[in-house]
């Protein structure tokens, strides 16, 4: 049992919305990531000052954060992309939730995500499929919310 959210993602899963973006009643559970490729990015939102004269702040404004989770995903023999794409781009809404090595500690869940997806390859590697999901403003609440897996 570890205390940290860390590891390889022990789920990722991700779901298309419904009409009126609906939850997902179906989950696409993503096969093998590459490791160290699975990641959560946030961007601070930007801050606006209001400077006073000679120098002072006034006020300050803050916009909301963004957020975006990005994998790799390994192509092997007989795989069948996750989430279809035409030339990179993905024109439905998905959910997208990680399940932490460690089920009992917080993973998080977007419920709508704008994806898109690059496929790469090297003689290294072979081919990949590197998925980015990039949040939206929900129906309802936070963008990026905790999430815990059910046992």
Same mark, same amino acid.
């Given at each position: 049992?570890?205390?940290?959210a860390?590891?390889?993602?022990?789920?990722? *899963?991700?779901?298309?919305?419904?009409?009126s973006?609906?939850? =997902?009643?179906?989950?696409?559970?993503?096969?093998?990531?590459?490791?160290?490729?699975?990641?959560?990015?946030?961007?601070?939102?930007?801050?606006?000052?209001?400077?006073? *004269?000679?120098?002072?702040?006034?006020? !300050?404004?803050?916009?909301?954060?963004?957020?975006?989770?990005?994998?790799?995903? #390994?192509?092997?023999?007989?795989?069948?992309?996750?989430? *279809?794409?035409?030339?990179?781009? !993905?024109?439905?809404?998905?959910?997208?939730?990680?399940? =932490?090595?460690?089920?009992?500690?917080?993973? #998080?869940?977007?419920d709508?995500?704008?994806?898109?997806?690059?496929?790469?390859?090297?003689?290294?590697?072979?081919?990949?499929?590197?998925?980015? #999901?990039?949040?939206?403003? =929900?129906?309802?609440?936070?963008?990026?919310?905790?999430?815990?897996?059910?046992?």
């Amino acid at each position: 049992m570890s205390v940290l959210a860390w590891g390889k993602p022990k789920k990722l *899963e991700a779901g298309k919305l419904g009409v009126s973006d609906a939850a =997902p009643t179906d989950w696409i559970e993503f096969p093998e990531i590459v490791k160290d490729t699975a990641k959560l990015t946030t961007e601070q939102g930007s801050k606006t000052e209001a400077i006073a *004269e000679g120098g002072g702040i006034v006020d !300050v404004r803050v916009e909301k954060n963004k957020y975006s989770f990005e994998c790799e995903l #390994f192509v092997k023999t007989g795989d069948e992309k996750p989430i *279809e794409d035409e030339d990179g781009i !993905v024109l439905d809404s998905y959910a997208v939730r990680l399940t =932490p090595e460690d089920p009992k500690n917080e993973g #998080f869940i977007m419920d709508k995500t704008s994806v898109s997806c690059v496929e790469t390859w090297t003689s290294a590697d072979g081919k990949r499929w590197k998925y980015t #999901f990039s949040g939206l403003i =929900p129906k309802t609440g936070k963008i990026l919310k905790a999430y815990f897996a059910t046992t």
